[in-house]
């Protein structure tokens, strides 16, 4: 089988993970549907926080039953032993029980080649990266990914899959974490930092240093200051951790207690941040109370 492409799963945010291809491929990405976009080359996955998938794509054409996939599923299963293999449909006008029989029935074609091992999604129509991680899907195996689009689909393979417990090791299993504030999740750090091009990115609400730990991931020297020094030392700590986790030297980086209104700026720098978004709430505010958030957060 020859490729035709690639085709990247955007994640739960599909707008921003368009976005963020946009800003890192030379060729622009085209749309797939809602929650996928055909790219002409194969991308590191673990550099993009939008993009859940990448599959080599094997069959470009009309739209067909998931029980009459124009492919040789033999010719997939490469591995020795048991073949664990998984079957996900985006945009496809079918129900969890028609992929359930479609992948029994690939099953059926792929013993004739020995022991087989279907893995199914927990809910809806896809398997997870958690799943595909967690049951060893591509170690010998492989997924299938269907994907609809008005009257055309794509059938690709797998190749590669976000490495989940590494983005929840840097999410959860930072020393420094707080409750109040430094809750942006690390792929949407990394989705921001990607629309920019700069090699030092700077965050003058760094918090607990998230945006800087994913631009030092892609290859960015990082500065951070933030006005409450408990959050320095917070970011302080997150980053002399992350570097004896990296599996790379990290760039140089720095983080200070400085006011946002006055800090100086590194020359030609990216500033990436989140602001002071208001105070926590458990309820929807009553009036007098929206009014006094509105005008912190203007003044």
Not at 105 to 124: D, H, M, N, T, Y
């Amino acid at each position: 089988m020859s490729s035709l492409g690639y085709i990247a799963i955007l994640g739960r945010q599909p707008e921003l993970g368009l976005v963020e291809l946009e800003s890192v491929l030379e060729t622009p990405p085209v749309a797939f549907g809602r929650q996928a976009a055909l790219i002409d080359s194969a991308l590191e996955l673990g550099r993009l926080g939008g993009a859940l998938k990448l599959g080599e794509v094997l069959y470009r054409g009309a739209v067909k039953p998931l029980r009459e996939l124009p492919l040789d599923v033999t010719v997939l299963a490469t591995g020795e032993g048991r073949v664990t293999f998984g079957l996900s449909a985006y945009g496809v006008r079918e129900t969890p029980r028609a992929l359930a029989a479609a992948g029994l029935e690939l099953k059926k074609r792929l013993k004739a080649r020995g022991s087989v091992r279907l893995v199914q999604p927990s809910r809806g129509l896809a398997l997870s990266a958690a799943e595909l991680a967690h049951n060893h899907v591509l170690e010998g195996g492989f997924e299938l990914l269907v994907v609809s689009s008005g009257r055309e689909m794509v059938v690709a393979r797998t190749i590669a899959h976000q490495d989940v417990d590494w983005y929840s090791k840097r999410d959860y299993g930072r020393p420094a974490r707080s409750a109040k504030v430094g809750m942006l999740p690390p792929k949407l750090a990394q989705i921001l930092v990607n629309t920019t091009h700069a090699s030092m990115v700077a965050d003058p609400f760094c918090g607990t240093g998230v945006i800087l730990q994913e631009a030092l991931l892609l290859g960015r020297e990082a500065q951070g200051s933030d006005i409450a020094l408990e959050m320095v030392t917070a970011t302080r700590e997150n980053l002399t951790w992350l570097q004896e986790q990296a599996p790379v030297p990290l760039p140089a980086w720095d983080a200070d207690p400085a006011n946002a209104r006055t800090v100086q700026l590194p020359k030609d720098c990216a500033v990436v941040s989140e602001g002071y978004l208001g105070p926590n709430l458990s309820k929807a505010p009553a009036q007098p109370q929206l009014a006094e958030i509105k005008r912190d957060l203007l003044g």
